[in-house]
């Protein structure tokens, strides 16, 4: 099975938060933060979203930084991939 998004949407895979910081601490489980970059792994069409052209500026395997708020957690086959918009992709990491 996989994810086809429709629209303006995109299908990202969070990428692993950091065990240790860069001194040398090891976070332990609780106190970490949910990282937000991600790898782009599906893109929607675009075309006309709520009557305006939507031009998708993203692409498969692209990393990039989202919304802390944004998108629908979704589990399927045990991976987890986050479902936003676009518009909550706020970067693209080169």
Do not use: C, F, W
């Not at 938060?17 to 990282?35: F, R």
Request: proline fraction near 4%.
């Amino acid at each position: 099975m996989k994810l086809v998004p429709l629209g303006d949407r995109v299908v990202l895979k969070q990428l692993v938060a950091e065990e240790t910081t860069k001194s040398g601490i090891v976070l332990p489980g609780q106190n970490k933060e949910k990282p937000q970059q991600a790898e782009v792994v599906a893109v929607g069409p675009g075309g006309v979203v709520d009557g305006k052209e939507v031009k998708m500026e993203v692409k498969v395997g692209d990393q990039v930084i989202y919304s802390k708020y944004a998108g629908t957690d979704v589990k399927l086959d045990e991976d987890e991939y986050i479902v936003v918009r676009q518009s909550d992709i706020l970067a693209v990491i080169e």
